[in-house]
């Protein structure tokens, strides 16, 4: 097997995820690093045996076979649109960019470029997350509440929404793209934020925010988002169906029926390592196990978005409307 060369775009807490990750991975490297912080790429490079290199443009001419970007939400644009020109594969961290213009400019690019894309929501590759979608097989959903209840991330960027997209676009994303996962598309959405920031130096974003959305399947359901906790409480969705009930995290799945309840439980580490692999099988040419390609993505992203302006405005929209 010869080796995959991996190229890291952002050099940060979640590029040192998918290092390790990667380099675990039989017969794949992390050959370059790169980052407007030059001593982070360096740190992280020295991790992994990997060379450091001074932007995008010299990481590209390096001929890596892929490409990860994991940069913060607002910079997003001028590298995939590099990458894409360089003809690459490329893994893109959620969210995938702070507005919509921009996703769609890049999913645009994609489509016509035929490029090899995933995105990092990885909670689709939980076995937690696949055996949920097996019970629902041929059961309707009827309600799904969706949380995310946590502190606010310790990366400056984080609580200003300009430069993140605020915690549902940045955060409950995850929750959104379950939901979407397992009970189909959302069609309208009515959010409200508590219009106060977490008490977190320059945060100018909501401390909480709720949302009712309604599906295409005739489904409802409520998501729930903080940041004003010191600790993670809880970041799942409950779904009910009829005569069942799931209640989902990323570590467990209760499956409650009239039969009884079963527990089964996995690792987050499961999903980080399965959206790795998928990714690099598909550069490979070995498997096309990608679940989250950059159009999918998109839809997750046009939702997340709707939450966002619906809380905004005060007003119900659909995801379209975030295209205007
Ligand atoms: N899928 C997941 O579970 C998961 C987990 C954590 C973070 N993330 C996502 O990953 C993204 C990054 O998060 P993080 O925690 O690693 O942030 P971070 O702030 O720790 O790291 C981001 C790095 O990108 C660098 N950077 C900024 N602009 C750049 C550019 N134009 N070119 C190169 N480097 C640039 C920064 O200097 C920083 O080192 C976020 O969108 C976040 O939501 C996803």
Request: aromatic share 4%; glycine share 12%; hydrophobic share 45%.
């Amino acid at each position: 097997m010869s080796t995959t060369k991996i190229g890291l775009i952002g050099a940060g807490g979640v590029a040192a995820r998918h290092a390790r990750v990667l380099s675990g991975l039989p017969g794949v490297q992390v050959s370059g690093v790169t980052d407007v912080v030059p001593e982070a790429a360096r740190r992280l490079a020295d991790e992994h045996g990997a060379q450091v290199y001074a932007d995008t443009a010299a990481l590209l001419d390096s001929a890596p076979d892929a490409v990860y970007l994991c940069v913060p939400p607002f910079a997003h644009g001028d590298t995939e649109r590099a990458v894409i020109a360089a003809g690459l594969p490329m893994f893109v961290e959620k969210p995938i960019a702070v507005d919509h213009g921009t996703a769609a400019e890049i999913a645009a690019l994609v489509e016509t470029g035929k490029v090899l894309t995933a995105v990092g929501h990885h909670w689709r590759y939980l076995p937690v997350v696949e055996r949920a979608r097996e019970v629902l097989a041929g059961r309707p959903v009827r309600l799904i509440t969706g949380s995310w209840l946590d502190k606010t991330p310790p990366v400056a960027w984080w609580p200003i929404g300009g430069r993140s997209g605020g915690p549902v676009v940045e955060q409950a994303a995850h929750v959104l793209d379950l939901a979407r996962h397992l009970a189909g598309e959302v069609d309208e959405v009515a959010a409200y934020g508590n219009g106060t920031p977490p008490a977190v130096e320059g945060a100018d974003v909501d401390g909480a925010t709720t949302a009712i959305l309604r599906f295409a399947s005739g489904a409802v359901g409520t998501l729930a988002a903080t940041c004003v906790l010191g600790w993670k409480h809880r970041a799942g969705l409950e779904v009910y169906a009829d005569g069942l009930a799931l209640s989902l995290t990323e570590t467990e799945l209760v499956i409650r029926d009239g039969d009884g309840v079963e527990t089964v439980r996995c690792e987050p580490t499961d999903g980080h390592v399965g959206v790795d692999r998928a990714f690099v099988r598909a550069v490979r040419g070995e498997e096309d196990d990608i679940r989250v390609p950059y159009a999918e993505a998109l839809r997750t992203h046009e939702l997340a978005l709707a939450v966002a302006l619906s809380a905004a405005e005060g007003r119900a929209v659909t995801p379209g409307a975030v295209r205007a």
